[in-house]
């Protein structure tokens, strides 16, 4: 029986990468390719990008009452896997690679900027 993965407690890390956003990843086995960012895990310091880093997962059939999904018929599903937040870059609106600095509005509020263009990122 496999032991599950404990999250070491560590302070947390507030991440520039956010899910919805268009990153390319620059390190790994998915070097050069670029995607949207379904979800982020910051304890673990990962995201999850559409299309990359895909696992195969062999799953036994379940027995949900009247489910068709993928997990209720069971066999080999492919999902994307983990990917280090260092390894991917995020995407500019013209598909530039740039790093993300933070900025202060007059109101207060803090904006995502990027480095290369000093446009904000929504």
């Known amino acids: 029986m496999a032991r599950a993965r404990s999250v070491k407690p560590r302070k947390r890390l507030h991440l520039k990468i956010r899910s919805g956003d268009h990153v390319e990843v620059i390190s790994g086995k998915d070097r050069g ?4 960012v379904l979800r982020v895990d910051p304890d673990r310091e990962r995201v999850f990008v559409e299309g990359l880093s895909m696992i195969k997962r062999h799953t036994r059939p379940s ?3 009247g489910a068709q999904s993928d997990a209720a018929m069971g066999g080999v599903i492919e999902r994307e896997g983990p990917i280090h937040v260092s390894n991917v870059m995020l995407l500019d609106a013209k598909g530039k690679r740039t790093r993300v600095k933070i900025e202060r509005g007059e109101d207060g509020k803090r904006y995502r900027v990027a480095k290369s263009s000093g446009a904000r990122l929504e």
């Open 33 to 36: 390719k670029s995607g949207r």
């Open 63 to 65: 027995q949900v009452a």
